[in-house]
């Protein structure tokens, strides 16, 4: 039995191996990870019912968005006082994103700022939402991709070429460097297409030259061992993360992030690890938080995806959340 502070203590430990090149510093896992702990964060009913209960100018009801959800209910979406408290850690569930990442522009002080992004604050609210009932309260939530920024799981598949590994496990890493650069190009001059197409069904085209151009396999060459140098390092600090956290159930957001944790596992790279090799044949993917219907009411969103989530992992009956 370990308190949260114990294995708030263990994660900062873990050398990341990545860092920021300008200023030169250190990652920790407390700049890639987090845990699903919030400031203030109602049961979902109760955030609704606030909300809805005022009304606008016009007197129509006010309707439910992540941004009303903080005015009107005073939801608070940053990391909660009690993550790394004494009290007893609950290590029955650990959840799975596909890729995040620090960058100089983008870095934050704040330790476990990652999921409780305030900018962004939508999908934040739908992570928070999806997962919010007593069960999953302070469950650790990490990326298989750590440092890897890009908001389109398309880009980050193509990147790790993942389709390709998919079919030829352990290619990546091992394959002739000549061969993986070329399958890249040509994946990146499909990505140009589709770029310019898009561009010339717009309204109002922007000017062709903001738009990346394709870029050859000898181009594309070092990129590529960037990227086995992060795949590998993941896959390993992956391993670390689940040593510590000790979850009984891996919960993965989104099939891109359950097909490379699949992938990993196919090219023997949790052999090292029992325990996390039989965590991940195990995992349970679902739905990523931020995928909505064109015109699906907020509220709607919030009840469907945590209901589901909840089937998945055996929990029927929805109880209050706590922080």
């Not at 407390?30 to 109602?42: G, R």
């Not at 890249?184 to 589709?194: H, I, M, T």
Request: proline share 2%; charged share 30%; glycine share 4%.
């Amino acid at each position: 039995m370990s308190t949260k502070k114990e294995i708030c203590e263990q994660l900062e430990k873990v050398d990341t191996k990545f860092s920021i090149k300008d200023p030169s510093k250190k990652l920790r896992l407390t700049d890639f990870a987090s845990f699903l702990s919030f400031k203030n964060l109602p049961s979902n009913e109760k955030v609704n019912t606030e909300v809805t209960s005022h009304h606008n100018k016009k007197g129509e009801k006010v309707k439910m968005t992540p941004k009303n959800a903080v005015k009107y209910a005073g939801v608070d979406l940053n990391v909660g006082d009690s993550v790394d408290d004494d009290s007893e850690f609950d290590r029955k569930y650990m959840f799975v994103g596909l890729n995040c990442a620090v960058r100089k522009n983008n870095y934050n002080h704040e330790k476990w700022h990652q999921f409780h992004d305030q900018e962004q604050i939508s999908h934040t609210f739908d992570l928070a939402a999806m997962t919010n009932r007593e069960e999953f309260a302070g469950s650790y939530i990490t990326d298989i991709l750590k440092n890897t920024l890009d908001s389109k799981a398309s880009s980050v598949g193509e990147n790790f070429l993942v389709k390709m590994e998919s079919k030829n496990p352990g290619i990546f890493l091992s394959g002739d460097i000549k061969v993986l650069s070329e399958e890249r190009s040509r994946l990146d001059a499909l990505r140009y297409n589709r770029d310019v197409k898009a561009n010339n069904n717009r309204k109002k085209p922007r000017d062709s030259s903001t738009i990346t151009p394709a870029r050859s396999s000898e181009e594309l060459e070092e990129s590529v061992k960037e990227y086995q140098k992060a795949y590998k390092n993941s896959a390993d600090l992956f391993i670390k993360e689940c040593e510590i956290i000790k979850p009984e159930q891996l919960i993965v957001f989104g099939d891109t992030a359950k097909i490379v944790m699949d992938n990993m596992l196919k090219a023997k790279m949790f052999d090292k690890s029992a325990f996390v090799k039989k965590l991940v044949e195990e995992a349970i993917e679902t739905t990523h938080y931020s995928k909505q219907g064109k015109g699906t009411k907020t509220v709607d969103f919030m009840k469907h995806h945590l209901n589901v989530l909840s089937e998945q992992v055996g929990l029927s009956e929805l109880v209050g959340s706590k922080n």
